[in-house]
């Protein structure tokens, strides 16, 4: 039987593969970098850059206690987890919105990911990253269900998001009833079935 903490390291690894492929397929196919399908692109492959980082610092540096390494890595973990904000709001901008409220919506996201980014180096709890990537995710899933009728929504990015949504519920909750799965091995199983979804909304986002 493995261990909450091998549990968790070991969810990290499979659901940072998953949406490292996903984002660089999606990445590969987008027309443009700068199209809504290629900021969504980046960022996914950020998500699983800082699940990446979460699966090393759990699985190789926590179980050392709390050292000046394990600490470096979760900070690099959360700091991967506020870019994946910024270029969620990216994506919602140029999918939804003119070229005018691009340039704002820009300006918002760079000044919201210096000041979490400041955050997360001077604190150490991981509610302060989904405080900050929770406005952009709930932006973007009241657009896309508003945008089913046009055509800019989808309910593959809706289902994603729901479920992400869910994920942070079970992760603040503290949800533990999965033995060996804690709060954080439930919350990268539900962000696996998440990042399905995400991946196949994606694919229908502008320039995708």
């Known amino acids: ?77 959360d700091l991967s987890a506020c870019v994946v904000a910024f270029f969620v709001l990216l994506a919602t901008a140029k999918q939804f919105f003119g070229p005018r409220a691009q340039l704002i919506v820009l300006l918002i996201a760079l000044v919201q990911l210096g000041a979490f980014a400041a955050t997360v180096i001077l604190l150490d709890n991981f509610l302060v990253v989904i405080i900050d990537y929770a406005p952009a995710v709930l932006l973007l899933l009241v657009l896309s269900i508003l945008g089913l009728h046009e055509g800019t929504g989808s309910w593959q990015m809706i289902a994603g998001l729901a479920l992400s949504v869910a994920a942070s519920l079970i992760q603040a909750l503290g949800v533990d009833r999965f033995s060996p799965l804690d709060r954080n091995g439930l919350y990268h199983v539900v962000l696996m079935a998440a990042t399905v979804f995400l991946f196949l909304g994606g694919l229908r986002l502008s320039g995708g």
């Not at 091998?6 to 949406?19: K, L, S, V």
């Not at 699940?51 to 699985?59: F, N, Q, T």
Request: charged share 15%.
């Open 1 to 77: 039987m493995k261990t909450p903490l091998q549990a968790t390291a070991i969810t990290n690894f499979i659901w940072a593969g998953e949406a490292l492929a996903a984002g660089g397929y999606l990445l590969a196919s987008a027309g443009l970098v700068s199209s809504a399908a290629g900021w969504w692109a980046l960022a996914m492959l950020s998500m699983g850059i800082s699940s990446l980082v979460g699966g090393i610092s759990h699985g190789f540096y926590e179980p050392e206690g709390r050292t000046p390494a394990r600490r470096a890595m979760d900070k690099a973990k």
